[in-house]
C-alpha cells in the first residue's frame, strides 16, 4: 500500500473545475492501476493531516501530468492548502453515511433534523460530488418536503455555518425572492432603514441567472467585497451595509446547493425556504421582511403558490426565531427603468437624489419595503412606517446615508455608463399589453449584463402606456459592438416580448 | 458575435472526464467575459457541422492553454471529430426541453412513453450534464415509476438503439442481476445451449463495483473485444458468443445511465429492469431467462423483493414482446470457489471439463439454467431440459464447444494464476453459519480483482462445513505483494466475515 501511494507528487495544473473537488491522474499510473479507479470515482486524498474527497478524471496527454505526479482542482488544491511537489496519498472512499438518508428520502421517507444534519454537515465538508448533490435535490423537490422536514433543513443548515452576534436586540433584514428585472430596491430601503436607526447588516448575492444581482449593482460604486470584520465594523458605524455574502461566507452549504439546483434548474421550495432563512439567521437577523413578485414571467407565477410560499416562509422562520412579514408584490412588469448593474444603480441614485424624473414605481416599492420593516419591527410602531419612509427618503437624508454607506465600505465612485445603444421601436401605435420579463432579463444578459456592467436594457414602455409606431420603447446598452450585435440580433427571433394592443 | 467566437482553437488535452463533455476554457478568453460563462455552465460547441454540449471547467494555468485556445475532454473531442487546431464557436445552450419532463416527474407526475422518448434521446445525444443524468435517476428512484412507466421506458430506450436482426425465430438469452461474488454461470450455461442447437448471443459486462464481471471473466482466456460483425460471425459459426456488450455498444443509453447510477449507488428498480430489457431486445433476444440470487448480503434481500422484480421482469418483458422467465435463487453465499476473473473462469472450466473436484454447485446452477432455457425457449419442450443440459455437459461436449467459441472469438488461452498467496485461517474450530458476500467480494478488489486478472478469493467454506481451528477458510490471491498486503491488512479491522458457529 505504502509503496504505491509514496509516489505522487503533486504538480499545480489551475483547472477550476467550479468548487467540486476533483483529482487529475494519469490512466498508466501505478495507484490508478492497483486500486482500479475509474473516472468519476470518488476517492480519499490526503495531504499530511488534511483529507478530501475528490472526484477522479484522467489525463491521457503525458505532457501535462508526468509519470508519478497528480493534479488537483483549484478548490481541492486550497483545500488541502497544496504546494507544487508535495506528497499526497489516495484510498477508495468509504461510502458517504448520509447517503442512505438520501436514500431513504428518495423512497419518500420523512427524513427527521438528525438525518438533515448527518447530510448537510457531509456536503460541508465536501463529501458529496456533484451527482449525489444533485440527487439529493432532487429528492427534495416538488413538494417532497413537509413542512416538519423544511424545519429540520433549515435548522441543519444553521448549525452548519456560524451566526454573527450583534448587539442589539433588533436587527432587521430583506429579501426578495427575485425573477424581476430592475426590482432593486435594497440600495434604497438600506439607507431609509439605518438613517431610521434600525440595524440592517444586508448581504447580497451575484447574479448567476440574471442580468444582475444586488452585489453587481453595488459594486458599480463602491466595495462590495467585505470580509466579516470589515462588514461588522460598517455596521457599526452606519447601521448598515450591502455586501456580497459570498465574500462573508455566511453559509457555505446554501452556497453549494445554489450551484447544484441553478445549473439543473430544478426549482425546490423547501430549499428556497432553508436557503433564504438559514442565510438571514446567520446574518443575526430578528425581523426579515420578504417580497414576493408574481406575475405570468416571474419566477412566482399565481397567487396561489405565493400564498403557500408565505405560509412557510412564515411558520419556518417562526421555528427558527425569525420574525417573517411576507408582501406578495405585482411581478408583471420591471421596476424602475434599468435592468443591468450600472442602469439599475442610476435609478436608484435618482430616487435617493429626489430627482424630478425618478422612476416612481421603484421609489414607492422601495418606500413600501422599508416602511414595512419600520413597522414590524416594533420600534416604531406607535408611528406610520410608510410616511416616516417617505420623509427620510424625500428629505435627502437617505441619499446621505446611502453616501456614507459606501464611503465606510471603501468610497463611492460614479457608475460609468455604456457607450454602444440600440433603441428598439414600437411596431405600431397602441396601448403596452404585456411584457416578458424572461426575455427583456435574456436581452440584457446577451448585451454583456453583468459581466460588463454598464451594459442592459433601458425600458421606456411601462403596462398601460400609449405608444405610437416607431416610438423608443427600450434601448440596448452594451460595452462593446460585438455583443450590441448579440443581442439585437437575437431580437430579430423573437415576437412579442413587449404586446402592444 | 462571429468576431469573438472565431478566436477559439481547438489544443488538444487528453483529459478523460469519464463520458461527460467536458471544455476547458482560459478565465480571460473572451468568449468566457462576454457570455458571461461561469464553470459548470452547459456550453454549445460547434466544429463545422457537429455540435455538442459540454460542461465549462476554466482553466486558470495559462501554460496548459494559450490565448484564444481552448481544449475539449476525450468524449468531446472524438464526438466533433476534432484535430488540433480546429475552429470552435460556442453559444449559449438553450435549455434541454426534456428536462421539463424531469421536473413533471419530481412533481410525481406519471409520464408517458413520448415524454420517456424525449429524454432518453436527449440523454442519447449527450444534451444532459452528469448532474442532470443524477436528477432524472433519482426523480426514477424508489418506487417512483409505476408499471406502465417502466414499460414506456424500457421501449423508449429500445428505441434509441439499434436491434440485431436474426433469421431464426428463437434466440436465447441468460441474464443475473448479479451481488453475488463466483457465479459465473454464463461460459458453461452458453455452451450447453449453443451446443444442444439454440442460438444464444451473450453479452455481458464488465466489473464495475463487483470482483469481476462475466466479460472480464472470458477476457482472460479469449478476446472479448468483438465488433458487431464478429460477433454475428462467430454465432453464425458456432451458435453462441460470449462477448464484451460495450464493444458491440447495444444499448448506449444504457451505458450512459448506468454510469451515473453507479457512482450515486441509487438502485431503481425500473431503471434496471429498462436496463436489462432493452439491451436483451437490442440483442433481437426472444427468450431470457433471470436469475435472481435473495440472500442477506446480495442484491436483493427479500423474497418479497424478488417477487416483485420477477412480476416486472415477466410483464415488462412481455409488452416488449420478450419471453422471460425469472429463477428466483439462494444468494447466501458465494457460488464456486473462485472469486475474481481467472479463479472464476478455472471454475469454469473445471465444470466444463468435468473434472472430479470440479464445485458441484457451480454445476448444479449452471445446469439449472441451461435446462430452464432448453426447456423454455419451445425447442426441446417434449424433453426434460435439465437432464438434457447434463447429457451434453457429462458428455464432454460443452467443453469442445466452449473452446470452438473462443476459438472463433480469436483463440483459447489458458488463464495465468496467482504468484502471491494469502491463507486466512479460522479463528476457531465450528461451522460456517454465515458469509458476508459483500465483504468477500471488497476483498478480492483489494487484492486487485479485476484489473490485476488473477487476483481474488479461492473460497474453501461453504456453509455448514465443519472447519477446525487454524483451518484454511479463504485463500488471497494477488499479482503483487503491494495489493497482497493491502488485503490482508483490511482483515484487521473486520470481524464475522465469515462467521462460525
Not at 77 to 105: F, T, Y
Not at 262 to 276: P, W
Not at 306 to 323: C, I, N, R, W
Request: charged content about 25%; proline content about 3%; glycine content about 8%.
Amino acid at each position: 500500500m505504502q509503496e504505491r501511494t509514496e509516489l505522487l507528487y503533486l504538480k499545480e495544473l489551475g483547472i477550476d473545475t467550479n468548487q467540486e473537488y476533483v483529482i487529475f491522474l494519469r490512466r498508466d499510473c501505478p495507484v490508478c492501476k492497483s486500486e482500479g479507479f475509474i473516472a468519476l470515482n470518488r476517492i480519499e486524498v490526503a495531504l499530511g493531516e488534511n483529507k478530501i474527497i475528490a472526484s477522479l478524471n484522467i489525463i491521457e496527454n503525458k505532457t501535462i501530468l508526468q509519470k508519478g505526479q497528480a493534479g488537483l482542482s483549484q478548490s481541492a488544491w486550497k483545500a488541502v492548502n497544496a504546494k507544487e511537489g508535495d506528497k499526497i496519498r489516495l484510498s477508495h472512499l468509504q461510502p458517504v453515511q448520509s447517503m442512505h438518508d438520501v436514500r431513504s428520502k428518495i423512497y419518500e421517507n420523512r427524513l427527521n433534523e438528525s438525518a438533515f444534519q448527518r447530510i448537510i454537515n457531509d456536503i460541508k465538508n465536501e463529501k458529496y460530488s456533484n451527482i449525489e448533490i444533485a440527487s439529493f435535490i432532487t429528492a427534495c423537490s416538488g413538494d417532497h418536503l413537509n413542512i416538519e422536514e423544511i424545519k429540520s433543513l433549515t435548522k441543519a443548515m444553521i448549525q452548519a455555518g456560524s451566526v454573527i452576534q450583534w448587539n442589539k436586540s433588533v436587527i432587521v433584514d430583506k429579501h426578495c425572492i427575485g425573477g424581476l428585472p430592475g426590482n432593486r430596491t435594497t440600495p434604497i430601503v438600506v439607507s431609509i432603514v439605518a438613517e431610521a436607526g434600525l440595524i440592517i447588516p444586508k448581504t447580497s448575492s451575484r447574479a448567476i441567472t440574471s442580468p444582475a444581482g444586488t452585489a453587481d449593482t453595488m459594486e458599480t460604486v463602491t466595495n462590495v467585497n467585505l470580509d466579516l470584520a470589515t462588514m461588522k465594523s460598517v455596521v457599526e458605524q452606519e447601521g448598515g451595509c450591502m455586501a456580497w455574502g459570498g465574500s462573508i461566507g455566511l453559509s457555505p452549504v446554501d452556497d453549494i446547493l445554489i450551484r447544484v439546483e441553478r445549473a439543473l434548474e430544478v426549482d425546490s421550495v423547501g430549499q428556497m425556504i432553508a436557503s433564504v432563512l438559514s442565510k438571514k439567521a446567520a446574518a443575526g437577523s430578528t425581523h426579515v421582511v420578504i417580497d414576493i413578485p408574481v406575475g405570468k414571467t416571474a419566477k412566482i407565477r399565481s397567487e396561489e403558490d405565493a400564498e403557500k410560499l408565505k405560509y412557510y416562509f412564515t411558520v419556518v422562520g417562526k421555528s427558527v426565531g425569525l420574525k417573517v412579514k411576507v408582501i406578495i408584490s405585482d411581478g408583471s412588469q420591471p421596476i424602475g427603468r434599468g435592468i443591468g448593474p450600472v442602469l439599475e444603480i442610476r435609478d436608484c441614485i435618482s430616487v435617493l437624489k429626489n430627482e424630478p424624473d425618478a422612476p416612481r414605481d421603484l421609489k414607492e416599492r422601495a418606500i413600501l419595503m422599508a416602511g414595512y420593516i419600520l413597522e414590524f419591527s416594533n420600534v416604531f410602531k406607535r408611528q406610520n412606517g410608510i410616511q416616516l419612509a417617505k420623509d427620510i427618503l424625500e428629505s435627502g437624508k437617505a441619499w446621505n446615508k446611502f453616501q456614507a454607506i459606501c464611503k465606510a465600505q471603501g468610497g463611492f465612485k460614479d457608475p460609468k455608463p455604456a457607450q454602444f445603444r440600440y433603441d428598439v421601436l414600437s411596431e405600431k401605435a397602441g396601448i403596452i399589453s404585456e411584457i416578458d420579463n424572461r426575455r427583456i432579463a435574456k436581452i440584457a444578459r446577451l448585451a454583456g449584463a453583468p459581466n460588463s456592467p454598464a451594459a442592459g436594457v433601458y425600458f421606456s414602455a411601462p403596462l398601460g402606456k400609449r405608444v405610437q409606431k416607431d416610438e423608443v420603447i427600450y434601448t440596448i446598452h452594451s460595452e462593446s459592438l460585438g455583443e450590441l450585435e448579440y443581442s439585437s440580433e437575437y431580437l430579430k427571433t423573437q415576437k412579442n416580448i413587449i404586446a402592444i394592443a
